[in-house]
Structures are given as structure tokens and as C-alpha cells.
């Protein structure tokens, strides 16, 4: 998704002083941003938004909101479009449709393969073992 498709009315920004070192920088100079997304009013459907949170896991809260956290840039405006390139992801993953899993079973010959390999093991342990303890 383009960054600039994400709707603002769902998005809130909050910005906080940046973790670590970095001396009067991070000391002085709110450069973290928070960002908050109710995925409602993104604009996509509900499956997309049920998959959206549960994709976002631990950012998503019990309100149903996701927050974004971004420290990694040195500047403000940098962090703020790390954290909108990250939503973007999120809401990118959201929107592939998971292959529906069609359960399997092995074939004869499959089955009679890897048994044939696992007495063919057997036999090479066997090989191994000292002599006289059959």
C-alpha cells in the first residue's frame, strides 16, 4: 500500500523522548513517535482488518487500535515516515488472502520408501554396534 493512501482521520501521532544513548539529543528533544491506527477507518474491509490485527499481535490493544513505536532515526519527521512505511507492511500483509490448506496423505510409495530408509538405517546401526552384544 502507498503511504500516501493511508487516510489520516485514522491515524494519531504521538511523539516521546527516544530510548538509549545519544546524550542532549535524546535528552532534550522528542524524536520517537508513537503511532496510533484505528484500522476501521482505513478504508478496508472486515476481513482485512480481522487479519490486520492479528497480524500486528502485541501492537494491537484491547481497544482494537495498533501502535506503532519508532525510535530508530535521529530526527522526528524521519521516524514518522519509518513508522508509516511499517504500517504500510502490516496493511500490505493483511491484504494476501492465506492459501486455504488442503490436507495430504502420503502416497503408497512414499510410505514404502521411507520405510525401506529406515530399515536401511537400522542396518547401518546395526553395522556399528560391538561385537558379541546380540
Known amino acids: 500500500m502507498d503511504i500516501s493512501q493511508i487516510p489520516e482521520a485514522a491515524l494519531s501521532w504521538q511523539f516521546v523522548r527516544s530510548r ?3 546524550g542532549q539529543n535524546v535528552n ?5 513517535v508513537q503511532l496510533r491506527v484505528q484500522p476501521e477507518h482505513l478504508g478496508e474491509s472486515a476481513r482485512v482488518v480481522a487479519r490486520l490485527r492479528r497480524i500486528a499481535g502485541g501492537r494491537a490493544t484491547r ?16 521516524n514518522r515516515e519509518l513508522a508509516l512505511e511499517r504500517l504500510a507492511a502490516l496493511i500490505e500483509q493483511a491484504r494476501k488472502v492465506p ?10 510409495a512414499a ?15 546395526r553395522t556399528r554396534r560391538k561385537p558379541g552384544i546380540e
Open 20 to 22: 538509549g544513548p545519544g
Open 28 to 32: 532534550k528533544v522528542a524524536t520517537a
Open 63 to 78: 481497544e482494537g487500535d495498533i501502535v506503532i513505536f519508532c525510535d530508530t532515526a535521529r530526527t522526528q519527521s524521519r
Open 99 to 108: 492459501k486455504k490448506r488442503i490436507p495430504t496423505k502420503p502416497s503408497r
Open 111 to 125: 510410505k514404502a520408501a521411507r520405510l525401506d530408509s529406515k530399515k536401511r538405517d537400522g542396518q547401518i546401526k
